[in-house]
């Protein structure tokens, strides 16, 4: 299985500062056949189902605000929220399906400081 | 506008069956692949199934295979979840999602659209 690793599991961050999370997986998520990382990120806010943010590690979601970014490639990625929102509390997971199972990182809890 | 609703969830006893249904409207359902996906109490998220939108591709995690049966009713945008032989592990909130498919790979990927989800307590 493609182990997910996310890091810090969580962090505060002051109003309209940045949020960087971090996504490891344990081999590459590369795509060989369309050159594309197979890795997507997902928010979930307290009591409701994850959100799709963020697919092929850089494509954001119809409807999905420009302050949130993903990059990375191979094995580490990274997710960026930028101008931090008080909507934007969440617990944010990535989820590579580059292999099944589909696999998840544990989650980075992101609160306001 | 999308809509998954899920239901058949409750308290179930170590050993017994359960049988979760998504209802689907909003899209054109039998288009698209779908998974089911799990939440342990205060845990992170755990793909369960995917079944492609032809029933052609399904796929289970290693640790409900042999016990769980995933299905699609394509003209009533039905997708289900049979569950046999529960266990206390399988304690979780379940969601339905609308997932994109690989179809070079035959791999499901993201999923797009999820439901609220329904709770299955093993517990005796």
């Known amino acids: 299985d493609v182990v997910m690793t996310q890091y810090p599991g969580s962090l505060a961050v002051s109003l309209g500062e940045r949020a960087t999370i971090h996504c490891k997986s344990s081999?590459?998520?590369?795509?060989?056949?369309?050159?594309?990382?197979?890795l997507a990120w997902y928010q979930q806010k307290s009591g409701q189902p994850p959100k799709l943010l963020i697919y092929?590690?850089?494509v954001r979601e119809s409807g999905v605000p420009d302050r949130f970014s993903g990059s990375g490639s191979g094995t580490d990625f990274t997710l960026t929220i930028d101008s931090l929102q008080t909507a934007d509390l969440a617990v944010y997971y990535c989820?590579?399906?580059?292999?099944?199972?589909?696999?998840f990182g544990g989650g980075t809890k992101v609160e306001i400081k | 506008e999308v809509h998954l609703a899920e239901s058949g969830g409750g308290l179930v006893q170590p050993g017994g069956s359960l049988r979760l249904s998504c209802a689907a409207s909003g899209f054109t359902f039998s288009t698209y692949s779908m998974n089911w996906f799990r939440q342990a109490p205060g845990k992170g998220l755990e793909w369960v199934s995917f079944?492609?939108?032809?029933?052609?591709?399904?796929y289970y995690a290693d640790s409900v295979k042999g016990r769980f049966t995933i299905s699609r009713d394509n003209a009533n945008n039905s997708l289900y979840l049979q569950m046999n032989s529960l266990r206390a592990e399988d304690t979780a909130v379940y969601y339905c999602?609308?997932?994109?498919?690989?179809?070079?790979?035959?791999?499901?990927?993201?999923?797009?659209?999820w439901g609220q989800g329904t709770l299955v307590t093993v517990s005796s």
């Open positions: 989820q590579q399906y580059y292999n099944i199972p589909l696999t």
């Open positions: 092929w590690a850089s």
């Open positions: 081999q590459s998520v590369l795509s060989s056949s369309n050159n594309k990382n197979s």
């Open positions: 999602a609308r997932g994109w498919y690989d179809i070079v790979t035959g791999y499901p990927d993201w999923s797009d659209q």
């Open positions: 079944i492609s939108s032809s029933r052609f591709s399904i």
